[in-house]
């Protein structure tokens, strides 16, 4: 199986021309049969890292994803490339997860995605059922919620590293867009890949400009924020349901054309808001972090939020999702050392005092940031072990 075969699948198949930093060379790693950590920024391609060996093996590959709503977007988009896949999860009914097994069975599938928790289900029923067929790889997205030095510690993570134990001959791929050193190295002990490779692409993003203004009088500072992105495409990320749902009103009170969007919503609303955005029907989405994960909009030219995140791994991967076209884009900040105290209520972790420790110190490092009177760039870079020797020259304390 060569990386010639690899660069014929990514042009007919995906579309693209080339690979862009380490995606060949992860997935030569796993084409070689070896256990590898990819490490790459929102947007880097991290999927194509599984997808591309998944068509090149002989067998099914199962992604691991924590999260549902994922699931069904990146399955379509594979049907939509012609590639069999299928996922299994809470939201389908019997039939339709009856229906999925037998397509594993008769070999039609390249990749099958599903939560971690299915492999804990039903004792070893469905640990059983994989060593009935034949599986060329196992992908753990999302990894960071193996450790719980990450921002989105999951329990049922920490079972993934009983897949090196029952299927000790199968590579393990994991992937996140977030993670420290510290992070990095849990992942590799809790899922017991102890000889992976890792593969770290730079976090830097020089197309986005990062802004930080006082969270004073918000509202009229962001209608003037606005006022000059007419016609650019951005999502404004706020901190609940209700002043999500607010303040696109607002908007469009005020002549913007903004949708909410946010776990409270039906479904079918959920959905066609999210359509009409990344169709460009619509140029603002106001959401609550139920929305971006996955989204693939390349033109998204600003990120607002009005709130401060929680830690820097979610202001990080937030932002990421402008400009991934790699024109100029914009990451706006309210900051208020007030939010900081009203998060304090949401990083402790009930009964987990380390949990919560941990959560305490990243939500201070936000506000550090938000505070910051130096280069906002190299700031980000540091907290993610990476050196930058000059000010960026491309955010608000620079300029």
Known sequence: MTIARA???LKHQFGFDSFRMNQEQAIESVLQRKDCVVLMPTGGGKSLCYQIPALMADGLTLVISPLIALMKDQVDALKNNGIEAAFLNSTQTAQTQVEVFRAVRSGKLKLLYVAPERLLQSGDQFIDFLKSIKISLFAIDEAHCVS???HDFRPEY???????AEFPDIPVIALTATADKLVRRDIVERLGIQNAEVFVSSFNRPNITYNVETKRNSYARLIKYLEKRKDDSG???CLSR???TNLAEDLRDAGFNALPYHAG?????REKNQQLFLNDEAKIIVATIAFGMGIDKSNVRFVVHMDLPKNIESYYQETGRAGRDGLQSDALL???WADVIKLKGFAEVEGNQTQSGIMLKKLNTMGEFGDLKTCRRKFLLKYFSEEMNVDCGNCDNCN
């Open 7 to 9: 660069q014929e699948i």
């Open 148 to 150: 719980s030095w990450g």
């Open 158 to 164: 920490r079972q993934l590293a009983m897949l090196k």
């Open 235 to 237: 999502i404004i990320y």
């Open 242 to 244: 209700n002043s999500t």
């Open 265 to 269: 919503l039906d479904k079918e609303t």
């Open 334 to 336: 309210f900051f208020s």
